[in-house]
């Protein structure tokens, strides 16, 4: 056989075991595809530690910290900071000045804790820290007033509060009997007190990731993730608050503790464990844990790398020649000197002196081949960091709704700070694997000091900012009691209506309809609908058939100047609207039966003769108020000579709604009506109408509710708020109820109490858009949107960007709690309301408990995620002896019209 050329064959020792090196190299080389799935898992698992079913089993355990918010440069004042660590007790003294928080002043002390006492009694040691704090305060000369602590305690809590936490278990070299299970705050609160610090409160326990945090916010970009690459390893982020369902909170955020340390201890990382991983978990305090943490925490790369050396000086890659026996002794390579290794220009000497310190003979080539493995373990834990740290950011992009993430992380430990290449790695990857965040790394400073002092002020500035929020909506929130009262004033109101000689003076005016039954499913015919004093104007033309109802309608414009002109001009307009439709319909030749659905106030003296009482919702044509509108149709017709119009019908909007369920439902025998505006009809014993002759069967009652407290009965629940939009309406003093409840107010009453909170600081920094003093420019369908559960932050920063306001986020999440507020207590005024008139309708026939349909239109109440529960619930609360089931209405108006002239083509109704 012929001998190989020398230079093909390895000659040279070294290079002989270049294969070694080699694979241990990439052994500890993670490819890019890899890195992927291993993100995607990292994703997973941070979902089923946050899902309520799934948080038990889960490897990363996503601890709630109840912090909410994160530093906005206007917190202020003095923040005592006690720290536990290994072996001492520190203690800061931060002075905030308001002014972004740049530089604030601190002082600080280090107490050294006696061993005896960390394993010692729980007193003991809180007696200790508590002791430090006395003596540290009596160095700063501050006067004893109070002064908020944050308490950070980085042992493993089971927080329920931003302050309330009991102690999981001890760890770290701790020991102290009688504080597991307990909360340590209240531990800590009154070792304070027994030192006569009672002024010192303890209004925060922390983690000590969470105060990096806190450090890095900069201008304009605020800092929502904490990555700790120290001994541990640890991120904190700040998710969504709804889906943390661990907790109750579900508005706004809140910051995680992920304990990603234990990523992996199922297995999902066994694939790419190193053989030297395994030695080093083998030898660890607890094999099997942790997994995640001990491929890049700084207490095991020294490890890591210590067994990858012994790997290959057994295989003769490494210092042959010489005794390794000096490796196999556990932490005789510190992680300190591997960073040292890769990071130094001169690394090969550094690389020498430090294998000669250990008493290893290295030669040059040894050398370099250490550096390498060296940079290959700092480099895997950078990628994994990097991996790590692109899960949260892409799962705070999606869950945010975002297509780009722009947010600065905070990053504080020994591998970071000072060390390039971490970083570089850090930084590069992250983007490859994230490639739609943003993000800025930035080093913390004290984290655990400054920032658990920022969270002590952020939660010392919420707590402010919830009492003056409490104070300022407290007038809109209304209690059992106060409910109760209006339903009862509202009973009184509908007694006074129907009375013959209280009639008169009744804020709610109870009108007769003259509709006397409800359908019975045997209607039939053709017939033309007119549908006004809604949104929209519209002429129908409605078919009941006994297959069902059909229809076509077209809308019309009735543009102001007419609404708030001659009653002339209004009702021609009304006339060549219909007379378009006929022809559009190619129904010119017919003279159909018309029902007019006529939506205000009218004093109804016969089915087909109709006073008008009053106009509302922005109406004001002259010369028809007290006049019969019905003639005023008729007249119009003749004017322009059109022949065939036969109005048999007026109809409230509220008859039409219940008149179409009654359609599909017998029990149907009220209507509501939650759309601009607000009112309710429902069928009244004839006997108790004492203003239309005859006490036989029954009668459907308009009652006109929206007006319920013109007469002042209601004064004790309007809030300044309320008096504001009212005076600015076209209708100042009346319809009260309505203008608590409906669409047309809703979105006004929510401005002015933005306004007053902007004016407060407690909203927008004081500023808000010259914009939002606009009336009318805060729609009631924002409402809806703002209050979607789950915060739909794309429409809700379309709102805020439409509105020109700069909102932060935890703006947003006060916007939502003022909207809530107010639909919350319409829903609930609308329900004492409906208890009102159940309540009747059960005494009136006798009934221990009555069932009964209500027929309900109106967009409010159909869109508003939250209106309809709110109103049954309270309602079914109010009025407990009665189920009642709401029915939205298809089309009331519309169909409701044609049904009530199809039941007066049938029956001919009593009092006429
Ligand atoms: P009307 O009562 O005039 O017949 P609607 O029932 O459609 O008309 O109600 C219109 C009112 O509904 C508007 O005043 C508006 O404030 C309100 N509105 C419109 N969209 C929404 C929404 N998505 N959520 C809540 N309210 C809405
Ligand atoms: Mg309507």
């Not at 994703?43 to 899902?51: E, K, P, S, T, V």
């Not at 006073?611 to 509108?629: I, N, P, Y």
């Not at 920063?797 to 909207?819: G, H, K, P, T, Y």
């Not at 199809?902 to 006429?912: D, E, I, L, N």
Request: hydrophobic share 40%; aromatic share 6%.
């Amino acid at each position: 056989l012929p001998q190989a050329s020398p230079a093909l064959r390895p000659c040279v020792p070294g290079l002989m075991h270049h294969r070694q090196v080699q694979r241990a190299l990439r052994a500890l080389t993670i490819p890019l595809e890899r890195l992927h799935i291993m993100k995607g898992h990292m994703m997973q698992a941070m979902r089923r530690g946050l899902g309520r079913h799934t948080h038990s089993q889960a490897t990363l355990k996503m601890l709630p910290t109840y912090i909410c918010a994160t530093p906005d440069g206007t917190e202020k004042g003095d923040f005592l900071v006690v720290e536990l660590r290994q072996s001492q007790v520190r203690t800061l003294l931060v002075t905030l000045s308001g002014d972004g928080n740049l530089n604030p002043q601190m002082m600080y002390k280090t107490f050294e804790m006696p061993e005896d006492i960390m394993k010692g009694e729980g007193e003991a040691l809180f007696d200790f820290i508590a002791q430090c704090l006395s003596q540290f305060l009596a160095n700063t000369d501050r006067s004893p007033e109070h002064i908020p602590l944050g308490f950070v305690f980085p042992f493993s809590c089971r927080q329920t509060q931003l302050n309330k936490a009991e102690l999981i278990s001890w760890s770290k070299g701790f020991s102290c009997r009688d504080v597991e299970g307990k909360d340590v705050v209240q531990l800590l609160q009154t070792a304070i007190n027994k030192q006569e610090l009672s002024h010192v409160e303890v209004v925060a326990l922390m983690n000590d990731t969470v105060g990096t945090m806190m450090t890095c916010s900069t201008e304009g970009r605020p800092c929502e993730v904490a990555l700790v690459a120290d001994k541990g390893s640890n991120c904190c982020f700040m998710a969504e608050a709804h889906l943390v369902e661990t907790t109750e909170e579900t508005s706004g955020r809140m910051c995680i503790n992920t304990e990603w340390g234990r990523f992996g201890d199922d297995g999902i990382l066994n694939d790419i464990l190193t053989p030297y991983d395994e030695c080093v978990d083998e030898e660890s305090f607890r094999p099997g844990q942790k997994r995640f943490e001990k491929m890049v925490g700084s207490l095991y790369l020294g490890e890591i790398t210590r067994h990858v050396l012994i790997a290959l000086a057994a295989e003769k890659a490494l210092f042959t020649g010489s005794s390794v026996a000096v490796l196999k002794e556990k932490g005789v390579l510190k992680t300190h000197q591997v960073l040292e290794i890769i990071n130094v220009e001169e690394g090969m000497a550094v690389t020498k002196s430090a294998l000669e310190a250990l008493g290893l003979q290295a030669n040059e080539r040894d050398c370099s081949r250490v550096q390498q493995i060296c940079r290959a373990v700092v480099s895997r834990a950078a990628t994994l960091y990097a991996t790590g740290l692109s899960a949260v950011l892409s799962y705070m992009c999606q869950t945010r709704d975002m297509d780009q993430l722009l947010v600065n992380v905070g990053v504080d430990g020994e591998l970071y700070q000072g060390h390039t290449r971490f970083e570089e790695i850090l930084q590069s990857v992250t983007k490859l694997l994230a490639p739609e965040c943003v993000a800025t790394l930035l080093p913390s400073t004290d984290g655990s000091g400054r920032g658990a002092a920022m969270v002590t002020a952020v939660a010392v500035r919420l707590e402010a900012q919830r009492r003056q929020v409490a104070e300022l909506l407290a007038p809109l929130r209304l209690n059992h009691d106060d409910l109760v009262q209006v339903q009862a004033l509202m009973r009184q109101e509908m007694e006074l209506g129907l009375g013959q000689e209280t009639h008169a003076n009744a804020s709610v005016r109870m009108l007769p309809t003259y509709v006397c039954h409800t359908p019975d499913g045997t209607e039939l015919g053709e017939f033309l609908a007119l549908d006004l004093g809604g949104t929209n104007f519209r002429v129908l033309v409605v078919k009941v058939t006994d297959e069902g109802i059909r229809m076509a309608s077209e809308i019309y414009v009735i543009p102001t100047a007419i609404m708030q002109g001659t009653g002339e001009a209004l009702f021609d307009h009304i006339i060549d609207c219909i007379m378009d439709f006929q022809e559009k319909q190619d129904l010119m030749t017919h003279t159909l039966p018309l029902g007019f659905t006529f939506s205000f106030p009218c004093q109804q003296v016969g089915l087909d003769k109709a006073l008008l009482l009053t106009w509302t919702k922005g109406f004001s044509a002259s010369g028809c108020v007290g006049q019969d509108v019905v003639q005023l149709l008729r007249e119009a017709a003749e004017r322009k000579h059109h022949a065939g119009l036969k109005v048999v019908a007026l109809v409230n909007d509220t008859v039409g709604t219940m008149m179409s369920c009654g359609y599909e439902d017998p029990k149907c025998e009220i209507g509501l009506i939650v759309g601009t505006g607000t009112n309710a009809c429902y069928m009244e014993e004839m006997r108790n109408v004492g203003t239309v002759e005859g006490d036989e069967g029954r009668m459907c009652i308009n009652m006109e509710w929206g007006a319920f407290g013109d007469n002042g009965c209601l004064d004790h629940i309007f809030t300044s708020f309320d008096r504001v939009v009212d005076d600015q309406t076209i209708n100042p003093g009346k319809q009260r109820f309505e203008k608590l409840i409906s669409g047309m107010y809703l979105g006004e009453i929510v401005r002015h109490i933005l306004l007053a909170m902007a004016d407060k600081e407690l909203l927008f920094h004081g500023n808000p858009s010259p914009k939002l003093y606009t009336k009318d420019i805060f729609k009631t369908k924002f409402l809806s949107t703002i209050e979607l559960n789950g915060l739909a932050l794309r429409q809700i920063r379309q709102i805020l960007q439409d509105l020109e306001l700069n909102a932060s986020f935890e703006d947003s999440v006060l916007m939502r709690e003022v909207c809530h507020t107010v639909s919350m207590r319409a829903a609930q005024l609308c329900a004492a309301g409906m208890a009102a008139v159940v309540e009747k309708m059960r005494e009136n026939r006798g009934l221990d408990k009555l069932s009964v349909t209500v027929g309900v239109d109106g967009t409010l109440y159909k869109l508003h995620p939250n209106f309809s529960n709110c109103l049954q619930k309270t309602l079914q609360d109010l009025a407990p002896n009665c189920t009642v089931t709401f029915m939205p209405s298809e089309d009331g108006s519309g169909k409701g019209a044609a049904l009530v002239a199809a039941v007066a083509c049938r029956k001919t109704s009593p009092g006429q």
